[in-house]
């Protein structure tokens, strides 16, 4: 089955799965404004680069778009019911794999009852392992019969696995975010970025005198792409090589997460793991959605937007947000 196919099928089980398990007052109930899109982008306010949890209504917030300033209209805070889409990359050592399952599930288990986890394997490409439930028994089960073997996968399955979480963001009115948890390595993917193919009739082909060029190339290009696909992520990397070659690709996992507004989190030894994913759940603990209207426009952007929030609220913040995007649905004619 082509891809596109493929993904359109697992997108409309996905979304029927979504309907039949989260509560009908989670989905959004509101007519299309045929003159209005709707925007619901990440947001995390932060104190020291620590995530924090003001008090503020949506009057405290407003976006510039496209250099027009825009009020928003609502949000889904921390504390609001939350779909978690739980991603996993792990083809390597495998006592590291069974230390980050052990970690994830103390995690879940300690998640409120209005969480659901949808189980992910993000591999050459995604594959609904669970779909989305709050019975922490199950998941529990579900990441214990998890094995997964063969090449890395993450940038193989990025761009479907966040076209499918923003799919579900904009069709509700919960907070939303991606989990995606990877141990892989830059030399363990199926496309060659240790070695690569030199053009043999282009004298200007440099790929074998810089390394990591092409790992660059399609790190940038999937930046680009992702700017449709806006939801809240946070990435945790664990057991990561630090050859040449790995620092390359980290700086490229770091850029694919602050293109999104979101962050990531590495764990450089098995010690360090439960720390980790404690650290990723506060992350996602305190993570907001914030709603816009925005007047439908002529075309797609890149756009540049800007959120801001009312001094008075706190003083000694930084957003993070995504800074560009791309409209995704019809523009106005």
Same mark, same amino acid.
């Given at each position: 089955?082509?891809?596109?196919?493929?993904?359109?099928?697992?997108?409309?089980?996905?979304?029927?799965?979504?309907?039949?398990?989260?509560?009908?007052?989670?989905?959004?109930?509101?007519?299309?404004?045929?003159?209005?899109?709707?925007?619901?982008?990440?947001?995390?306010?932060?104190?020291?680069?620590?995530?924090?949890?003001?008090?503020?209504?949506?009057?405290?917030?407003?976006?510039?778009?496209?250099?027009?300033?825009?009020?928003?209209?609502?949000?889904?805070?921390?504390?609001?019911?939350?779909?978690?889409?739980?991603?996993?990359?792990?083809?390597?050592?495998?006592?590291?794999?069974?230390?980050?399952?052990?970690?994830?599930?103390?995690?879940?288990?300690?998640?409120?009852?209005?969480?659901?986890?949808?189980?992910?394997?993000?591999?050459?490409?995604?594959?609904?392992?669970?779909?989305?439930?709050?019975?922490?028994?199950?998941?529990?089960?579900?990441?214990?019969?998890?094995?997964?073997?063969?090449?890395?996968?993450?940038?193989?399955? +990025?761009?479907?696995?966040?076209? !499918?979480? /923003? &799919? @579900?963001?904009?069709?509700? =009115?919960?907070?939303?975010?991606?989990? %995606?948890?990877?141990?892989?390595?830059?030399?363990?993917?199926?496309?060659?970025?240790?070695?690569?193919?030199?053009?043999?009739?282009?004298?200007?082909?440099?790929?074998?005198?810089?390394?990591?060029?092409?790992?660059?190339?399609?790190?940038?290009?999937?930046?680009?792409?992702?700017?449709?696909?806006?939801?809240?992520?946070?990435?945790?990397?664990?057991?990561?090589?630090?050859?040449?070659?790995?620092?390359?690709?980290?700086?490229?996992?770091?850029?694919?997460?602050?293109?999104?507004?979101?962050?990531?989190?590495?764990?450089?030894?098995?010690?360090?793991?439960?720390?980790?994913?404690?650290?990723?759940?506060?992350?996602?603990?305190?993570?907001?959605?914030?709603?816009?209207?925005?007047?439908?426009?002529?075309?797609?952007?890149? +756009?540049?937007?800007?959120?801001? !929030?009312? /001094? &008075? @609220?706190?003083?000694?913040? =930084?957003?993070?947000?995504?800074?560009? %995007?791309?409209?995704?649905?019809?523009?106005?004619?």
């Amino acid at each position: 089955m082509p891809k596109h196919l493929f993904l359109s099928t697992l997108m409309t089980f996905f979304l029927l799965c979504f309907h039949l398990i989260i509560p009908t007052v989670l989905i959004s109930q509101e007519a299309p404004n045929k003159n209005m899109i709707r925007l619901r982008l990440p947001l995390w306010i932060l104190n020291r680069s620590i995530p924090i949890d003001p008090k503020f209504d949506e009057n405290a917030l407003s976006l510039l778009f496209d250099s027009k300033k825009i009020n928003a209209t609502k949000q889904a805070k921390p504390g609001n019911p939350t779909l978690i889409f739980l991603a996993l990359d792990l083809v390597g050592n495998p006592t590291i794999s069974k230390t980050t399952k052990l970690a994830l599930s103390y995690q879940i288990q300690q998640m409120p009852s209005d969480y659901w986890v949808c189980l992910i394997s993000a591999q050459e490409s995604i594959t609904v392992i669970q779909p989305p439930t709050n019975s922490k028994q199950l998941l529990q089960n579900k990441l214990d019969s998890t094995n997964q073997i063969g090449k890395s996968g993450l940038l193989e399955s +990025f761009q479907a696995l966040m076209d !499918l979480s /923003s &799919s @579900v963001l904009n069709q509700s =009115n919960i907070r939303v975010i991606v989990l %995606l948890v990877t141990d892989s390595d830059a030399k363990n993917y199926r496309d060659d970025y240790e070695n690569p193919t030199v053009n043999e009739s282009d004298g200007q082909d440099l790929s074998r005198r810089f390394i990591g060029r092409k790992l660059q190339e399609d790190i940038g290009r999937l930046s680009e792409t992702i700017l449709t696909f806006i939801a809240p992520l946070v990435v945790v990397h664990v057991d990561p090589e630090d050859d040449d070659l790995n620092l390359i690709y980290h700086r490229g996992l770091l850029q694919l997460t602050k293109t999104l507004g979101g962050h990531i989190l590495t764990s450089k030894s098995v010690g360090d793991i439960p720390n980790t994913f404690q650290e990723a759940f506060d992350w996602i603990n305190k993570s907001f959605v914030i709603d816009f209207m925005i007047p439908r426009q002529e075309k797609r952007g890149p +756009f540049s937007i800007k959120i801001q !929030l009312d /001094s &008075s @609220v706190k003083s000694s913040v =930084n957003l993070s947000y995504p800074q560009r %995007l791309i409209l995704s649905g019809e523009i106005k004619k």
